[in-house]
């Protein structure tokens, strides 16, 4: 398996692990739209995640083979992000503001620690 | 009026941003990976930990716009 099939691996795994800590958040505490907010936000978060990995799979394909590709990159990200914002922004009642802003940001921290853990292990 | 305007400049500059920054990257890591084919699995994992962080800026600057915007 390629380095970097394995990397997002791990950072799946870790995202998915965060998603059952928040899924057992939302279900034992009473901060149910701080936890909504942060499932949520940890979605879009997911979503951006593949769709950087999905751009650096095809990278490789294109300089093995010469020519080009095309992906929705970064407009398909930012408008996840923006959707995922006027979500929380119209129903406050449901999701928390700043809870969805800490999940979109849930990927760059498991990137940093995965990162950091590399780093001790080397 | 002012918030449309603030909103727009938190946009459009970490868009600006990040889009010379991706570039670079990119453009980096392929001319790498044409000199050192065999380093590409290396190369391509170091580009996407780049890609993403450089990309956490313009997500900040669309939430901060629709801060300005709604609240």
Redesign the interface.
């Known amino acids: 398996m390629?380095?970097?099939k394995n990397?997002?691996r791990r950072y799946v795994f870790s995202m998915l692990t965060l998603f059952a800590i928040f899924g057992i958040g939302w279900w034992v505490s009473d901060y149910k739209t701080i936890f909504n907010g942060l499932i949520l936000g940890s979605i879009a978060s997911l979503f951006?995640?593949w769709s950087?990995?999905r751009?650096?799979k095809k990278?490789?394909g294109t300089?093995?083979t010469g020519g080009g590709f095309f992906t929705s990159g970064?407009l398909a990200?930012?408008i996840s992000?923006?959707v995922v914002?006027?979500i929380s922004?119209l129903n406050p009642e449901y999701f928390h503001l700043i809870g969805t802003?800490f999940g979109?940001?849930t990927?760059?921290f498991v990137?940093m620690i995965d990162?950091i853990f590399v780093l001790l292990k080397k | 009026m002012t918030n449309l305007i603030a909103a727009a400049i938190a946009v459009g500059l970490s868009a600006i941003g990040a889009a010379i920054g991706n570039g670079w990257i990119v453009s980096k890591t392929v001319e790498s990976m044409a000199r050192q084919p065999e380093a590409s699995g290396m190369l391509r994992g170091t580009m996407f930990i780049g890609i993403a962080f450089v990309e956490a800026i313009p997500i900040m600057g669309v939430v901060i716009a629709f801060l300005a915007i709604f609240l």
């Open positions: 390629s380095e970097l990397m997002f951006n995640l950087m990995f751009f650096a990278l490789k300089v093995e970064m990200r930012i992000v923006s914002i006027l922004l802003i979109l940001i990927s760059y990137i990162s």
